[in-house]
């Protein structure tokens, strides 16, 4: 499996001063922050980010919140990464989220759950790009 997947810290995890606690899991879980910076998205780029859920009906809520404050976004790297890191942040629902999982400690909602997680190579790599460019990866 290849070695890399991406990640946000969600804008209520943000605004509530988790971006160390999330980082220090991600790091002790075994991952290696390969890019990371603090950003905003507008509504337009929230809802390119999201475009594969567009006809879902949380897809609006989903825009509005993801736009609503900064965000963290990171390159992560670990032998099996996108399955070892959905691992690692647990279920989309916090209540259905296990013990030990970044949701579990952090998420407040099924919409505001704390981070994202690519779920596929390929989508790891298309958000990877949305958001570094080449000299920003290390
Ligand atoms: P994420 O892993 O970033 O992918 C899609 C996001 O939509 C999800 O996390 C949640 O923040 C949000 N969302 C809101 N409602 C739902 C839902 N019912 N099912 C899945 N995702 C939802």
Partial sequence: AA???FTMI???AVAENHIGGITKMIEEGGFRVVAMKKT???EERAGKFYEVHKERPFYGDL???M???PIVAMILEKDNAVEDFRKLIGATNPAQAEEGTIRKVYAKSIEANAVHG???DEN??????F???ADERF
């Fill in 40 to 42: 905003q998205l507008t």
């Fill in 67 to 69: 736009s609503s404050g």
């Fill in 124 to 129: 790891a790599q298309i958000e990877g790009d």
């Fill in 3 to 5: 070695n890399k997947t």
């Fill in 118 to 120: 690519s779920d596929s």
């Fill in 131 to 133: 958001f570094f460019a």
């Fill in 63 to 65: 825009v509005k919140y």
């Fill in 10 to 12: 969600k804008p209520d």
